[in-house]
């Protein structure tokens, strides 16, 4: 049990303090695991289905769901194209065996390949879209008829944009969505995932020597403390600025989630009639038979 | 003999879903009555779900309607407080807390603040009450604060001065706040509120919450019976569906407000002239 006197003493925004992102693992484990149990129930469904990367977020969100609907109910999906490492399929094979749920591996090489085969000067990040989007294809059709795809965006993607649209970002619910990278290796860590798991630098491996941290410019832990005050203390950027942030970061920061707003919405319809899905004919998910 | 047993039915309702709630709301009333209960107490909106959004329209109905028949035969046995979305006879959709005893609705309190910020949208549904009235229920003289009217300081300041013995608050509190360090945010501040009014009113606080999932956001449950002395008779568990039982005891309000006159001697009359000053009002002068 920790002191109440940790929490003593006003929060500072304070580049060099990280202790604000501290979160009570044992409590969130308890959250998570009934969320995903009762929001896959009331979505009529019983199974889980998780994209298994070998990485920490996945290796997250899997531990909860087999915790929730037990590991006799979860399939994961190691969906490697060629560029992906073995030590990912050793970490996914890992997880599988310790955890106990089904994992298959559905190799993406021969489809991805194909589509671009005859188009020139692709872009890597067309190719990484692409596969984000055919994992994303192959999750979904693993889940019929009875499964949920369990989304495994943490909050750090979600609120930079860094993820791809109706890719890895899509899902059926999301439980670790509102978890900070730096707070998801803590909650990892409570959950009993590998060290060598939650320690290796993230990356989407979308192609060789890609790196979140190289490819953003800035490592996790600096974006999730100016995260954490931007939007869970609404300071402003110039307030983060005064209290001594470093004024490019938070500025790129900043637009990065401006920029990459449309991501975490739904697509806009365009308003007609007297009444509108998504404008005025607002029902909530979870509304249940009678 | 003065303690009377008290229910909270901490449950999960199904969103929209009245008729299936209806059936829930017998069942925990029959296992209130069997625990030896007077009284049980339901969450707010226990018989709709809290997030309806546009279903408000569609799941409202009228405190005699036959959809509530059920609670008030029900109440033959016990007292019954549930929660209900109530349409006025001029169409207004108020989020109501009906109680019923000895087969009849005799108190209805409609919340007055409706949280319209961050996670609730409550104003943009429903219209607000405009009544703090206590009633006689089965724990002595009453009043009921639907979750966030409790958070108003005022609240349960003019129920005690009424003279209620007992506030009970249904409530559908969203659990947030998961910093090291601390209980759950939300039951912290709920925890500090129903202590602070039971031990400084001296009143009971019965504090009924809900637990499940509404699209995503968990209610927390944490349910509790605080004394006027500030001690907690009865918690429930965080998350879990639990049907707590209490007592409350009329002999131990008298106690502590004979050893803590804080109510005796309360100037109302000051807190009165301040308001209307403040306002503007006239205010008859009596000597």
């Known amino acids: 049990m920790t002191s109440a006197l940790v929490r003593t003493g006003v929060i500072r925004p ?39 990367s070998g990485g920490v977020d996945s290796a997250v969100t899997v531990a909860l769901a087999c915790e929730a609907l037990g590991p006799q109910n979860v399939l994961g999906l190691f969906t490697p194209y060629r560029t992906s490492s073995e030590e990912s399929r050793r970490h996914a094979l890992e997880l599988a065996r310790k955890l106990g749920f089904a994992l298959e591996e559905v190799p993406i090489t021969a489809q991805v390949d194909a589509y671009f085969a005859r188009r020139q000067d692709v872009h890597r990040v067309r190719l990484g879209n692409k596969m984000a989007r055919e994992r994303k294809s192959i999750e979904y059709d693993r889940s019929w008829p009875d499964g949920i795809v369990l989304g495994t965006s943490n909050k750090t ?34 959950l009993g995932i590998p060290e060598e798991i939650v320690r290796k630098p993230p990356t989407a491996e979308l192609w060789e020597g890609q790196t979140d941290e190289g490819e953003l410019g800035f490592t996790y832990a600096a974006a999730d403390l100016v995260l954490y005050h931007m939007v869970d203390r609404r300071l402003r950027p110039a307030e983060l600025v005064e209290h001594g942030f470093d004024e490019k970061l938070v500025v790129r920061i900043r637009e990065l989630v401006r920029r990459n707003h449309y991501k975490r919405v739904m697509p806009l319809i365009a308003k007609l009639s007297l009444r509108t899905v998504g404008h005025d004919f607002l029902y909530p998910r979870d509304w249940e038979a009678d | 003999m003065s303690a009377v047993r008290v229910a909270i039915a901490q449950c999960a309702p199904a969103l929209g879903a009245v008729k299936r709630n209806v059936e829930m709301h017998r069942t925990w009333i029959t296992r209130a009555r069997d625990a030896g209960a007077t009284l049980v107490v339901f969450p707010e909106l226990s018989l709709t779900g809290y997030y309806v959004k546009d279903l408000a329209a569609d799941l409202a109905c009228s405190p005699d309607d036959p959809v509530l028949a059920p609670l008030a035969e029900a109440s033959r046995d016990l007292d019954v407080s549930a929660g ?61 604060a639907i979750c966030e009217d409790l958070w108003h300081v005022s609240t349960p300041y003019l129920y005690a001065i009424a003279g209620a013995a007992v506030v009970f608050c249904p409530s559908a509190s969203p659990g947030r706040g998961v910093a090291e360090g601390g209980d759950l945010g939300t039951a912290e501040s709920c925890r500090l509120m129903d ?93």
Request: proline fraction near 5%; aromatic fraction near 10%; charge should be negative.
């Open chain 1, 14 to 52: 304070d580049p060099h303090d990280a202790s604000p992102l501290r979160i009570d693992e044992v409590l969130v484990r308890k959250m998570l695991v009934l969320f995903i149990g009762d929001e896959t129930v009331k979505a009529g469904l019983k199974r889980a289905v998780v994209g298994v």
């Open chain 1, 157 to 190: 993607e979600l609120l930079l944009g860094y993820g791809t649209q109706f890719g890895d970002m899509a899902c059926g619910i999301n439980p670790v969505g509102d978890l900070y990278k730096t707070q998801l290796r803590e909650v990892a860590t409570h």
């Open chain 2, 84 to 144: 209900f979305i109530e349409r006025s006879p001029d169409a207004k959709l108020r989020i109501a807390q009906g109680y019923w005893s000895r087969g009849k609705l005799v108190h209805v309190h409609r919340k007055v603040y409706l949280p319209t910020y961050g996670i609730f949208d409550d104003g943009r549904y429903f219209g607000p009450g405009d009544r703090f009235d206590t009633f006689p229920s089965a724990g002595g003289t009453a009043g009921v």
């Open chain 2, 195 to 287: 202590r602070f009014y039971a031990q400084y009113l001296t009143v009971y606080v019965v504090y009924a919450n809900r637990v499940g999932h509404e699209d995503g956001i968990a209610f927390w449950g944490g349910s509790e019976i605080v004394a006027p002395d500030g001690t907690v008779v009865a918690r429930a568990p965080e998350f879990d569906e639990h049907l707590l039982i209490g007592e409350i005891d009329l002999e131990l309000v008298a106690r502590e407000r004979a050893r803590n006159p804080l109510l005796r001697d309360e100037r109302d009359d000051l807190v009165l002239r301040n308001v209307a000053a403040r306002l503007g009002l006239p205010l008859e002068h009596r000597d």
